[in-house]
């Protein structure tokens, strides 16, 4: 589903990201565990296109990502090409960014009315069937800043699934929730894996890791320093790096 | 061994403040000597000022004020946001042009700008529509296009937008940078994030200092009078040219400049306390509310928060 090959990216003199190999497959729970400033959110990004990579091949799906092959040569995408890409991938952050001006039920509607322009009926109750099923029922005409962190997060995931995507990427979805509310957007998280979505997370919770995941990426200055199972990663470290970073959150 | 817990109410003498009462002696002293000034100065001619404030000629010069401040401004508003749109654009070359636009017409005197626009027939004596060393499809006398009033608007309207571009683009950059991440993640193009995610929340920012645009403009269509557009400025120079009687009309015109800012200073307030629900959990109090409350409250009142901050990046000079 996702395939990185040497993916290098920097911010001007800083290298961010130095050659990233992995693979995701299809219905897979993907964990991107490891520091601060490791660069796992930046090549979260990257998938999505929401940043240019500098070397290396990304694809999505078999395409490659920001860029068109024809022949030997890669063509820049132009960026309204890379918006229809991004319609097929829903992306939820850490900070939320729900549209405050905007209700609950008109945060879920707002990109597949506009952007694929689907009837609004239909998408109304798509919409009210994706809030019944992150446990939002009845908050359809609230607004993001009258929501608990832990409830902005699930709209936050409900209108990610408007757009019937193919991946979901999160990117650490529970770090600015209170504790006490990382739970419940952990469940609906669960719930999505249990129907098979293709989900790659860059998160801390180790426990979400080892019970729902399917592979975990151990990602350090910018390269994979170690991949597995979750369960045998996080019980048997190979690396002197590993341990010491689970031994800090574990 | 402690005393029991004081649970009354503190009854405490209060702070006096001496100097207030002689700062108000010494107001109500001055204002003696201007009411004594205003009622004893013959040259005042306060008869003249009545016979004049609803005069004819001076209620067509209000109108024509109130006319061209609205026209003028929503040349501004429009031309202001297109313009912060494109300077914010990643197209080096739109951002350029709105650069230099904005250096431009922030550089010159509106002034100067309004007598340039009057004169344009000097320089171009015909407008027309055609291709550069081509043919000419349409072409028109540029005396019978730049009226007085083309020339008021085009002069006001563009150095408005030049002023309102800066307001909306800081409006648009208060936005939070992850709403335009959001929004294409969504797969949401450009400009449709543009007019639905960042628009909106950005008319919080804009709103109040546009206000005070509305405020400026009225009282510089005053200027408009060198290019002999009859508004309330130019009509009051008819009369006086006509009657000498400079100062009665020249009062006048204010009279109606301050009724006109003051009704606009009220709107404005309204229109930013309803902008700022939300923001903060009480909104600033009324004028009615502040009236009644620090009347008859000499001392001890505890200051009143400043009701919202006013972004003015010209600080209201011209």
Same mark, same amino acid.
């Given at each position: 589903?996702?395939?990185?090959?040497?993916?290098?990216?920097?911010?001007?003199?800083?290298?961010?990201?130095? %050659?990233?190999?992995?693979?995701?497959?299809?219905?897979?729970?993907?964990?991107?565990?490891?520091?601060?400033?490791?660069?796992?959110?930046?090549?979260?990004?990257?998938?999505?296109?929401?940043?240019?990579?500098?070397?290396?091949?990304?694809?999505?799906?078999?395409?490659?990502?920001?860029?068109?092959?024809?022949?030997?040569?890669?063509?820049?995408?132009?960026? $309204?090409?890379?918006?229809?890409?991004?319609?097929?991938?829903?992306?939820?952050?850490?900070?939320?960014?729900?549209?405050?001006?905007?209700?609950?039920?008109?945060?879920?509607?707002?990109?597949?009315?506009?952007?694929?322009?689907?009837?609004?009926?239909?998408?109304?109750?798509?919409?009210?069937?994706?809030?019944?099923?992150?446990?939002?029922?009845?908050?359809?005409?609230?607004?993001?800043?009258?929501?608990?962190?832990?409830?902005?997060?699930?709209?936050?995931?409900?209108?990610?699934?408007?757009?019937?995507?193919?991946?979901?990427?999160?990117?650490?979805?529970?770090?600015?929730?209170?504790?006490?509310?990382?739970?419940?957007?952990?469940?609906?998280?669960?719930?999505?894996?249990?129907?098979?979505?293709?989900?790659?997370?860059?998160?801390?919770?180790?426990?979400?890791?080892?019970?729902?995941?399917?592979?975990?990426?151990?990602?350090?200055?910018?390269?994979?320093?170690? $991949?597995?199972?979750?369960?045998?990663?996080?019980?048997?470290?190979?690396?002197?790096?590993?341990?010491?970073?689970?031994?800090?959150?574990? | 061994?402690?005393?029991?817990?004081?649970?009354?109410?503190?009854?405490?003498?209060?702070?006096?403040?001496?100097?207030?009462?002689?700062?108000?002696?010494?107001?109500?002293?001055?204002?003696?000597?201007?009411?004594?000034?205003?009622?004893?100065?013959?040259?005042?001619?306060?008869?003249?000022?009545?016979?004049?404030?609803?005069?004819?000629?001076?209620?067509?010069?209000?109108?024509?004020?109130?006319?061209?401040?609205?026209?003028?401004?929503?040349?501004?508003?429009?031309?202001?946001?297109?313009?912060?749109?494109?300077?914010?654009?990643?197209?080096?070359?739109?951002?350029?042009?709105?650069?230099?636009?904005?250096?431009?017409?922030? %550089?010159?005197?509106?002034?100067?700008?309004?007598?340039?626009?009057?004169?344009?027939?000097?320089?171009?004596?015909?407008?027309?529509?055609?291709?550069?060393?081509?043919?000419?499809?349409?072409?028109?006398?540029?005396?019978?296009?730049?009226?007085?009033?083309?020339?008021?608007?085009?002069?006001?309207?563009?150095?408005?937008?030049?002023?309102?571009?800066?307001?909306?683009?800081? %409006?648009?950059?208060?936005?939070?940078?992850?709403?335009?991440?959001?929004?294409?993640?969504?797969?949401?193009?450009?400009?449709?994030?543009?007019?639905?995610?960042?628009?909106?929340?950005?008319?919080?920012?804009?709103?109040?200092?546009?206000?005070?645009?509305?405020? $400026?403009?009225?009282?510089?269509?005053?200027?408009?009078?060198?290019?002999?557009?009859?508004?309330?400025?130019?009509?009051?120079?008819?009369?006086?040219?006509?009657?000498?009687?400079?100062?009665?009309?020249?009062?006048?015109?204010?009279?109606?400049?301050?009724?006109?800012?003051?009704?606009?200073?009220?709107?404005?307030?309204?229109?930013?306390?309803?902008?700022?629900?939300?923001?903060?959990?009480?909104?600033?109090?009324?004028?009615?509310?502040?009236?009644?409350?620090?009347?008859?409250?000499?001392?001890?009142?505890?200051?009143?928060?400043?009701?919202?901050?006013?972004?003015?990046?010209?600080?209201?000079?011209?």
């Amino acid at each position: 589903m996702v395939r990185s090959e040497g993916v290098h990216k920097s911010f001007g003199s800083l290298q961010v990201l130095r %050659g990233i190999d992995l693979e995701v497959a299809r219905g897979e729970v993907f964990c991107l565990v490891g520091p601060s400033g490791s660069g796992k959110s930046t090549f979260l990004r990257c998938i999505n296109h929401l940043e240019k990579i500098d070397s290396g091949r990304l694809s999505v799906d078999g395409e490659l990502v920001g860029y068109r092959q024809s022949g030997d040569r890669l063509y820049e995408m132009r960026d $309204s090409d890379a918006s229809v890409k991004r319609r097929e991938i829903g992306m939820v952050f850490q900070r939320f960014n729900l549209f405050p001006h905007m209700t609950v039920l008109q945060n879920v509607m707002e990109a597949p009315v506009r952007v694929r322009r689907e009837s609004t009926a239909v998408v109304r109750e798509r919409a009210l069937r994706l809030l019944d099923r992150v446990g939002l029922t009845g908050k359809a005409d609230a607004y993001p800043r009258q929501l608990s962190g832990g409830q902005q997060q699930r709209v936050a995931i409900a209108r990610a699934l408007a757009m019937e995507p193919k991946l979901m990427l999160f990117d650490e979805p529970t770090s600015a929730l209170d504790p006490e509310l990382v739970g419940e957007v952990l469940d609906v998280m669960r719930q999505l894996a249990i129907d098979g979505m293709t989900m790659i997370v860059v998160t801390h919770e180790m426990g979400f890791a080892r019970e729902v995941g399917d592979s975990l990426v151990f990602i350090d200055d910018g390269v994979v320093v170690e $991949s597995g199972h979750p369960r045998d990663v996080l019980a048997n470290p190979r690396h002197e790096r590993t341990k010491a970073f689970l031994s800090k959150v574990l | 061994m402690s005393e029991p817990a004081r649970t009354e109410p503190i009854k405490a003498i209060p702070v006096r403040h001496p100097g207030r009462w002689v700062a108000t002696a010494v107001i109500l002293l001055f204002v003696a000597m201007a009411v004594n000034m205003a009622v004893t100065n013959p040259n005042f001619a306060w008869d003249v000022v009545r016979e004049n404030v609803f005069a004819q000629t001076i209620l067509e010069g209000v109108w024509a004020t109130v006319w061209i401040t609205i026209v003028a401004m929503i040349v501004g508003i429009f031309g202001g946001v297109v313009l912060s749109v494109m300077r914010l654009s990643p197209n080096p070359v739109l951002s350029n042009v709105a650069m230099v636009y904005i250096w431009f017409f922030r %550089g010159t005197p509106v002034l100067v700008q309004l007598i340039f626009w009057f004169n344009l027939a000097a320089l171009v004596p015909q407008i027309s529509i055609g291709i550069p060393f081509g043919p000419t499809f349409a072409s028109w006398d540029t005396n019978s296009v730049i009226t007085p009033f083309m020339a008021a608007l085009l002069g006001l309207g563009l150095n408005e937008a030049a002023y309102m571009a800066e307001i909306s683009r800081a %409006g648009i950059q208060s936005v939070d940078e992850g709403q335009v991440e959001a929004a294409s993640a969504l797969g949401m193009s450009r400009s449709l994030t543009m007019r639905r995610i960042v628009l909106p929340q950005a008319m919080r920012v804009i709103i109040p200092p546009t206000g005070n645009e509305v405020i $400026s403009m009225l009282k510089t269509t005053s200027l408009v009078s060198v290019v002999a557009l009859p508004e309330l400025l130019y009509n009051t120079q008819q009369i006086y040219a006509r009657t000498y009687e400079t100062i009665p009309l020249l009062i006048v015109a204010s009279m109606w400049y301050l009724l006109l800012t003051s009704i606009l200073t009220v709107g404005q307030f309204y229109i930013e306390r309803h902008y700022g629900r939300g923001s903060s959990s009480t909104p600033p109090p009324t004028y009615w509310q502040r009236l009644r409350r620090n009347m008859f409250k000499f001392h001890d009142t505890p200051p009143t928060p400043p009701s919202m901050t006013i972004l003015d990046p010209n600080n209201g000079v011209r």
